[in-house]
């Protein structure tokens, strides 16, 4: 029996590649920004209604010439935070719908470079605050990597992408705001999770951090987390997975005591938010990721860490991070990227490949 393909996204690590890089096979494309920008993407100041300009190029490190397609995106915060770029569909707000580039489509040699204008058109209203957005390089034609052979039949293909980051700085009253919401019970292999919903309510990057305590019905702590999220990017929500290291939670009723501190990477001053919610663990929950219907006390695990660590983006969600970095002399903090290579995407799809190899042979459900 066939499997649907499975399409892993990845991100190539080109943003401001140095010419010391040594050449790709064929066409590998890549992005950096036209002028003084330290931070290696774009941050303006401007106000609402003002038209900014700028340049990027794009440049063909590769042994051989290629099309690489060029359109801007909307920035969100990603499940596990720090900023991802939606690059599926045209943007409908935010930053990517205010980006004009004056090209979107390139023919360029081995070794080239095209540099391509744009505009920023920052609309009318009340927009004060920190606005993110992104410019991406895709080469047209994707690559494949081989198809397994035997029961499971698997191909992975990968999208070839370099993004910069556009920030928009509208100025204005600044308000650092977050709000914590229910919680739920999930995760998989083992692997137990409890997620908690989280907006950022402000105008302002945050990076929150804090604790995830949780109680039983009788009161005693039966898991303690630490918690220490990348950039949040205002106007948006997650439901924040919180891995429980020590000792799984078992089927029953419990209370989640989240506590987060945070300040405005911008500005905007900082605050703490706390909450309560109530979680529900099902029997059906426990066994989805113990593996094992008997008792309702999952088996205990190694210690905890001395910090609890946040878990990685999954596969299925290629993202470049965008942790907030060092104050810039305006004031205003600004993002750093951490890039994520096609090497550890590559890594990621052959676990894929393994795990449903396992799941065939073991008879389970896939």
Known sequence: MRRPLLILATLAALLAAPPSVAAARGPAFGLRPVGRWPR?????????????????????SGTAAGT????????????TSGAVYLTSGEPRHGVGAWIGLAR?????????????????????????????G?????????????????????QINVRNLSIVAVEV???GPLRARLEIGAASAGGQRKSQEVSIHLSNTGNVLLKPAGTLTVTNAAG????????RLDTFLPDTAIDYPVAIHHRGIGAGAYRVQVRLHYRGLGGGGAGEAAAAPTLTVSQQQVTRVFGSSSGTTPPPSAPPPALSTRPTQTAAQATVAAPAGPRSSSGSDTLTFVLIGLGAAVLLGLGCLAAAGRTRRSGQPG
Not at 220 to 227: I, S
């Open 134 to 154: 992104g410019i991406v390089a895709e080469a047209a034609a994707r690559t494949s990597g081989p198809s397994s052979k035997g029961k499971t039949h698997v």
């Open 104 to 132: 979107t489509r390139l023919r360029i040699g081995p070794r080239g470079t095209v540099k391509v204008p744009f505009t920023v058109r920052v609309p009318g209203g009340d927009l004060a605050g920190q606005h993110v």
């Open 68 to 79: 690489v397609k060029l359109y801007s995106a909307d920035a969100t915060t990603g499940r």
């Open 220 to 227: 005693a702590t039966v898991a303690k987390e630490r918690l």
């Open 169 to 171: 700085n509208v100025p």
């Open 40 to 60: 290696g993407f774009f941050v303006y100041s401007a106000p609402a209604g003002r038209l900014l300009h700028g340049s990027i190029a794009v440049v063909n």
